[in-house]
Nanobody, 124 residues
Framework: MCSCRASGGGLVQAGGSLRLSCAASGRDFSNYVMGWFRQAPGKEREFVAV????????YYADSVKGRFTISRDNTKNTVYLQMNSLKPEDTAVYYC?????????????????WGQGTLVTVSS
């Protein structure tokens, strides 16, 4: 897999929903674990969600559990992040990332491939 491209960000009111997409190039998308991270102004990049190669296992940050859903379509080389019940504190640039294994999936430094970010702004 060569690169990832995230899209779907925008401005939404608190309580609203957005779906982010991350399209990957290359032929071996199904061999990669895919993660979503976010970075708010002045803060460090933080883990949001991760999905394994087949989509059978997912993990979430406590702050988004029950509100966000990560999924993937290996036939389309795409991973999604459905975000519901959005809060102003969800405002950030969201990034997708790829790696081979699930070990320490919450650590952004373990991901070798990153897409460009997409901005999500949640107004109160």
């Amino acid at each position: 897999m060569c690169s990832c491209r995230a899209s779907g960000g925008g401005l939404v009111q608190a309580g609203g929903s957005l779906r982010l997409s991350c399209a990957a190039s290359g032929r071996d998308f199904s061999n990669y674990v895919m993660g979503w991270f976010r970075q708010a102004p002045g803060k460090e990049r933080e883990f949001v969600a991760v999905i394994n190669w087949s989509g059978s296992s997912t993990y979430y940050a406590d702050s988004v559990k029950g509100r966000f859903t990560i999924s993937r379509d290996n036939t389309k080389n795409t991973v999604y992040l459905q975000m519901n019940s959005l809060k102003p504190e969800d405002t950030a640039v969201y990034y997708c990332a790829a790696r081979r294994t699930l070990t320490s999936y919450y650590n952004p430094s373990t991901y070798g491939i990153w897409g460009q970010g997409t901005l999500v702004t949640v107004s109160s």
